[in-house]
């Protein structure tokens, strides 16, 4: 029986302390739904790409899918607020993490358009991975023509 690879060689991601439900209770706290947005009645979705640095802070926020100017500012903000925890990775590794999030705009149902309080938002974080099982293969050079000449001078 092989012995089981201990966990100090796989790099850790970051995390928020007190996880997901933490996470959401915190944006839910301090999003504030922009009063434009609630006065023209826009909802739905915004989804941001953000990079945690090794000191767990968030950098380099981009909006890949946004709802208006306002709502978009507002995300930005808010994860850029967030502060991550980030465990110590093998061989002292300074590594920089891309995760996606997606924060939901939307207006309560019993709440008029011009209240920012009690809107109800909702978050997804998302974790994308690449996985290859094959090793690159070098692809075969195409053999080159070669022409040679041999000229006889009598």
């Known amino acids: 029986m092989k012995p089981k690879k201990k966990s100090e060689n796989f790099i850790k991601q970051p995390y928020y302390e007190g996880g997901y439900k933490a996470m959401k209770a915190f944006i839910q706290q301090n999003l504030q739904y922009p009063e434009s947005s609630a ?7 915004v989804h941001l790409r953000y990079d945690i640095n090794i000191h767990g802070e968030v950098t380099d926020v981009k909006v890949i899918g946004g709802l208006d100017m306002a709502c978009d500012a507002e995300a ?6 967030l502060k991550f925890i980030v465990p110590k990775n093998p061989r002292n590794l300074k590594i920089i993490f891309h995760k996606t999030m997606t924060i939901h705009f939307r207006i309560g149902k019993s709440i008029q358009p011009q209240a920012d309080k009690d809107s109800e938002i909702v978050i997804q974080p998302r974790i994308n991975y690449t996985i290859i099982t094959e090793k690159p293969t070098a692809k075969p050079e195409p053999q080159k023509t070669t022409y040679s000449y041999t000229i006889k001078l009598s």
Not at 39 to 45: A, D, I, K, P
Request: proline fraction near 0%; charge should be positive; charged fraction near 30%.
């Open 76 to 81: 930005i903000r808010i994860v850029k607020m």
């Open 39 to 45: 006065r023209s009645g826009v909802e739905g979705q």
